[in-house]
């Protein structure tokens, strides 16, 4: 008995995928799938057809299991489908299995009701972040700046402090007083006899290699006296636009069942957001692997100390701020992120502020342009301001001026 009862779950475990694998290369899956777009039948007529040809595959795979249980005798095989002791553990089965598929069934109908009844849906997708650019005055210069000028004056003897960075420096959402770069100038001019002068080289959706680039480009036109180069947690993304591209695609995508079924389109977006959610935190780690991020971690290390040495090339400071993401600050979901990020700053030796020390344990949606829009809104960037001004005062300027 015991041999043969390792013989039967032998055969199943290899009946089982062999028979999933059967279904989809046999000629039902086949022609199925070559004759459903000529059917005018709406999608349950065609799901239910699925089913029956499923049945039909089952049934003719069950003969076939008991036919090698039985070893190829057919006197066996015969014993097996007749046995009156068999066939009595069969109906119970079936009806087990009877019964507890119209169970399900009546509790989605019921549930279905339900959601029809009080009209649950899941929430609407937010506006677009278009929309919240667009609102704003984003007018560049000949430069491509946020800067209402096309070139420094000779004459202006300021300290000139260089923010470098993506849409956080840029202000995305906000106008450019609104900026923690802009309201910078004024906190700090008053501490100094030559007053300040911020310049804000922050542009979208790019990481610190192009940041290098334009920084290089514009350093002689400059002529920085301190660059603070702020890093954001994408940064490390390689392929930060195309991972941006399959995170939407599957938040954003629909099926067809959520046009028949109320429940079925609430389990569809929890799912597509839930999946959504953990691509997105892949993402601002570096990658969904451990070599992925490894990789993106040594590029990010590489392109940062580019920048740093081609600011002290001319004399100037260096010194690294990074932003947090907005989102969840009361559980914080990259802590492991900011680790990583104040060790590489120690090894780097360059002056660094963590602004998730500012913003931790805060309400984030109050932080944020927009439901859609995770950049800070104008009461993010002041207090990112302030933050920053004080860091400037306390650990970067007093090194310009030795």
Known sequence: MKAGT??????????????GWWFLHSIFAQVFVERISEWRYGPWFVVGTALVLMCIEWRCLGVLYHLVVA?????????????????????????RLATSTIALLVAFCIAEAMFRLFNIRPSPPPQSAAVDYFAVDNTLNAWGLR????????DDRRLRIVFLGDSIVYGDGVEREE????????????????????INMGYWGTAPAWQLDKFLALRDLIRPDVVVHVVYPNDLDIYMHQ??????????DALWVGEVS???RYAERTIRYWAAWKRTIDYFRGGRTSEERRRAWANFRKDVRACKLAVEERGATYALVMFPWLVRLDGYDLGDVHETMGEFASELGAPYLDLL??????????????????????????????????????????????
């Not at 190829?72 to 079936?94: C, Q, S, T, W």
């Not at 923690?180 to 300040?196: A, D, K, Q, T, Y």
């Open 6 to 19: 390792l013989y039967g779950a032998a055969i199943a475990a290899l009946a089982l995928p062999a028979g």
């Open 147 to 154: 800067e209402p000028w096309d070139s420094p004056p000779e």
């Open 262 to 264: 109320y429940v079925l």
């Open 357 to 402: 020390e500012v913003f931790a344990g805060m309400d984030a949606e109050a932080l944020r342009v927009s439901l859609a829009n995770e950049h800070p809104n104008a009461m993010g960037h002041r207090m990112a301001a302030e933050r920053i001004a004080r860091f400037l005062r306390d650990e970067v300027l007093p090194l310009v001026d030795r």
């Open 71 to 95: 070893r190829g005798n057919l006197e066996n095989l015969r014993a097996r489908l007749v046995n009156p002791v068999r066939i009595a553990r069969r109906r119970k089965r079936r009806f």
């Open 243 to 252: 991972r941006l591209d399959e995170i939407y695609r599957i938040r954003d």
């Open 179 to 198: 900026a923690f770069c802009f309201l910078i100038e004024g906190m700090l001019s008053p501490l100094r006899p030559e007053g300040v002068r911020t």
